[in-house]
């Protein structure tokens, strides 16, 4: 792709992803125009201070739930990336319908939006809590990818794309478990909710850099899942805390033990390549070619963070953290 010839619009810019999207983005791929399209005046304010002033960039004032605003925002836009949400688990509980408004009303204002102002892909952020969700956060994460998947069926063979990526937890983003580890080891004991505890676990850079890689290879309806590592959450604390007493809390509302990325009844439409797996459109009315070089998943198998060949040592989540 000839990114310095493309207008790029990403959502909830302004956020852990958003920064270092926008950072990649100038710095290895120069689009000819960034619009940071986020609702908080001072992050925006914030990060044009901290050196994001590059004069590719655009700031935009704008909610994901205001229709109108963008339909301003999108025209002459390219590519959008949508990682604007509301994704704490017990805020999205306390305040469900502001957790609604957010993620699900928003996705189909952005595809409404993208649609009618000729927008030509549109690449949206999920989560492994989307798969088989126990909490709201995850059930509307859900309904988005839906969403997004079946969206191509209202831009028919000829309009936007529309896809997601799904991938794990973050190192380092808003909401991170390391830093509750970096203040509570001065006292000498720090809480987990499980020593059972697995996760996914994935960089920001990383996780960039996969999106820009599924904007290449994007025709419609899938849903792209990186394969990345697990760590279990008593090696983390280990790392981030060594010698601290880990104090048990038990599993907190609306959380799991172990995550999963793709689940078993996915896995019959799934394709396993060397870094990732691609969920396809179940139903694709839409125009699509195929991705040569990827193999059936097995039926009944998934990916998930207990059962993965991959783990995290205490050497690489040590390298990790201090990233």
């Known amino acids: 792709m000839n990114w310095e010839n493309l207008t790029i619009l990403i959502t909830g810019g302004t956020g852990s992803f958003g920064k270092k999207f926008t950072e990649i983005m100038v710095r290895e791929y120069r689009p000819k125009k960034l619009i940071i399209y986020s609702r908080d005046e001072l992050k925006q304010h914030e990060m044009r201070v901290s050196g994001f002033n590059h004069p590719s960039l655009r700031y935009f004032i704008g909610d994901v739930r205001d229709r109108e605003r963008l339909y301003r925002a999108m025209h002459g836009v390219d590519i959008v990336v949508h990682a604007a949400a509301l994704k704490q688990v017990p805020a999205c509980e306390y305040n469900p319908l502001e957790a609604v408004k957010t993620n699900i009303n928003g996705a189909a204002n952005i595809i409404d ?52 990526v799904r991938y794990g937890n973050v190192v380092g983003s808003r909401g991170s478990v390391i830093p509750v580890f970096q203040r509570q080891r001065a006292s000498g004991k720090i809480t987990i909710t499980d020593g059972r505890m697995t996760r996914f676990w994935i960089t920001l850079e990383q996780g960039v850099q996969f999106v820009i890689k599924c904007i290449g290879m994007m025709q419609g309806g899938e849903v792209f899942v990186p394969k990345i590592p697990s760590m279990r959450i008593v090696d983390l604390a280990d790392v981030v805390a060594p010698g601290c007493e880990q104090e048990n809390m038990g599993i907190r509302p609306g959380e799991k033990l172990h995550e999963v990325l793709v689940s078993r009844d996915e896995s019959r439409y799934t394709l396993e390549f060397d870094d990732m797996y691609l969920i396809q459109p179940v139903h694709p009315w839409w125009q699509t070619n195929g991705h040569p070089g990827g193999q059936p998943m097995e039926d009944g198998t998934k990916f998930s963070s207990d059962k993965n060949t991959w783990w995290l040592t205490h050497d690489e989540l040590s390298q990790m953290v201090e990233e």
């Open 113 to 164: 939006a993208a649609i009618d102002t000729g927008v030509t892909k549109v690449l949206a952020l999920s989560t492994d809590k989307a798969v088989n969700p126990i909490n709201l956060y995850g059930a509307t994460k859900l309904v988005a990818e839906k969403l997004f998947v079946q969206g191509n069926a209202y831009a028919g063979t000829e309009g936007v794309r529309f896809s997601c």
